[in-house]
């Protein structure tokens, strides 16, 4: 068995409390963005934790999730 060191298992307890949702849609917007854009010369595209994708420094889209309640879980 594979033990994982401390600041692995850290992210991913903030990953499950912010909801991972919004983290794996932003990383996809911004691998589709880095497929368009020709990434280098001063252009960065990221995702800033854990919602925010930015290109150059500067926010260009939030997401988004919701969650709810249904039969009590």
Known sequence: MMTLPSQVHTA?????????????????????LRSLVRVGEGRHIAVKWPNDVVVSHKKICGILTEMGV???K
Do not use: M
Request: hydrophobic share 50%.
């Open 12 to 32: 991913l307890n903030r990953l499950k409390a912010a909801g991972w949702e919004a983290f794996v849609v932003g990383g996809a917007v911004r691998d589709a």
């Open 70 to 72: 249904r039969d009590g």
